[in-house]
């Protein structure tokens, strides 16, 4: 026994459990994605149709199948006697009530905890370590390292980028430039101009500085290290920001693939990853980058 109490145990296994809590938190957003999100979609079925559109029935009721229609309101639906075979339902859009804005919001902030914590993780374990080196020094007296806040702050802005993000989706869905069964563009103009535009912003200055502060956790606490409490939150806040800064044209590309296509969901999760971790991360950026431009000029072209 080393007469350590409870606490410093815990505290020595700190590592552990922020790991663990960053892998369960992941599990759990994929788990609600794969799920449906709330929106009562079979995004197993949606995947297939989106990588196999060839498979898509002349009408689209057996797209429809797995969707709960009960928080739409569908102009004409309550007609009577009114004959729905063959009817394009994609056409007949659907009006977002609370809920329907309430689970979107929620579909894309889950769907960014997915996509984004893997990448998130080397700065969330090093603000534990440096934490836990600060309390052994003697220069912070909070014995818990606040690394649940540093994430709370780094989610806070990921929200608030899924608030823009469902808005965003609400437009380009009312103005028919997204399907409201599919969730993806139906526009070649829509398509073509988010995947020159993602590309370029791959190449762009702003890219690569926002980039640099998620590759090199290390400077990045360095220079914004802020004690305690409050400032784990500001410290998570501006983490998740320059993560913003350096993704948020590539979630634009979900609107191309298919905001419930799981395969183009964890591409983009495995391009975000490997840009921020891996040694050659900027340059397969760059190369997705130039990847992109050809795709969406191809887009418009042909």
């Not at 007469?3 to 892998?23: F, H, M, Q, W, Y």
């Not at 014995?143 to 989610?155: I, N």
């Amino acid at each position: 026994m080393d007469g350590a109490s409870p606490l410093e145990r815990l505290l020595r296994r700190d590592r552990v459990i922020t790991i663990a809590g960053v892998v369960a938190l992941c599990l759990l957003a994929w788990l609600y994605i794969v799920a449906g999100a709330g929106l009562g979609m079979n995004a197993w079925e949606m995947t297939r149709l989106a990588l196999f559109p060839h498979q898509k029935t002349p009408d689209m009721t057996s797209d429809m199948s797995g969707m709960d229609m009960s928080g739409m309101d569908m102009p004409g639906m309550d007609m009577p006697g009114m004959d729905m075979s063959g009817m394009d339902m994609a056409t007949e859009p659907r009006v977002w009530g609370a809920a329907i804005w309430a689970l979107m919001i929620a579909m894309w902030w889950v769907m960014m905890v997915a996509m984004m914590s893997p990448s998130a993780a080397p700065t969330i374990l090093l603000y534990a370590r440096v934490h836990r080196h600060a309390l052994a020094q003697g220069q912070i007296q909070d014995k818990l390292a606040p690394t649940g806040v540093f994430m709370a702050g780094y989610l806070m802005v990921w929200l608030g980028f899924s608030v823009a993000a469902a808005a965003l989706h609400w437009l380009l869905e009312r103005e028919a430039f997204v399907s409201a069964t599919m969730m993806s563009s139906q526009s070649r103009w829509l398509s073509g101009i988010v995947l020159i535009a993602a590309g370029l912003y791959q190449l762009s200055a702003l890219k690569n500085a926002c980039l640099s502060h998620c590759r090199t956790p290390t400077a990045f606490l360095s220079r914004h290290w802020r004690p305690h409490t409050l400032g784990a939150l500001r410290l998570g806040a501006l983490h998740g920001a320059f993560c913003v800064g350096c993704c948020w044209m590539l979630m634009a590309l979900l609107f191309v693939g298919g905001v419930m296509n799981l395969v183009w969901v964890a591409g983009l999760a495995i391009l975000v990853l490997v840009e921020k971790v891996f040694p050659a991360g900027q340059w397969v950026g760059r190369v997705a980058g130039i990847a992109l431009i050809a795709w969406g000029s191809a887009t418009l072209l042909v």
